[in-house]
């Protein structure tokens, strides 16, 4: 079984298009380095927040896949608490079982077809 990480974060959104690309290339090279594989990141921009947050009643929104091991998750998310650009982070671990295919049931082997 596969273990699929999903973070979550939050960025000021008084950030230049320039400094949102530097976070984002941070936390990715950050979990790199910490051995995270299949790493897909969508920024997906700037969005009304539920409710205010540091004074702040926008944020952008960007979305991390990743597999890895659990430790990752504790280096990546205290660099988040102790920046000042992330204002909300949010990691979900998803179990994704691996498809594993069955000689005895293909058609071929069972006489069908």
């Given at each position: 079984?596969?273990?699929v990480?999903?973070?979550?974060?939050?960025?000021?959104?008084?950030?230049?298009?320039?400094?949102?690309?530097?976070?984002?290339?941070?936390?990715?090279?950050?979990?790199?380095?910490?051995?995270?594989d299949?790493?897909?990141i969508?920024?997906?921009?700037?969005?009304?927040?539920?409710?205010?947050?540091?004074?702040?009643?926008?944020?952008?929104?960007?979305?991390?896949?990743?597999?890895g091991?659990?430790?990752?998750?504790?280096?990546?998310?205290?660099?988040?608490r102790?920046?000042?650009?992330?204002?909300?982070?949010?990691?979900?671990?998803?179990?994704?079982?691996?498809?594993?295919?069955?000689?005895?049931?293909?058609?071929?082997?069972s006489?069908?077809?």
């Open positions: 079984m596969q273990i990480y999903e973070t979550m974060y939050i960025l000021r959104p008084d950030l230049t298009d320039e400094q949102v690309e530097q976070a984002i290339a941070k936390y990715e090279n950050l979990l790199k380095e910490n051995g995270a299949n790493i897909q969508q920024n997906r921009g700037k969005r009304r927040l539920a409710y205010e947050i540091h004074r702040q009643r926008d944020g952008i929104y960007i979305q991390m896949n990743y597999t091991a659990g430790n990752i998750i504790a280096i990546l998310e205290r660099s988040m102790l920046s000042e650009e992330v204002i909300r982070y949010l990691t979900m671990k998803q179990e994704v079982k691996e498809l594993q295919v069955d000689e005895e049931a293909t058609p071929a082997a006489g069908i077809g």
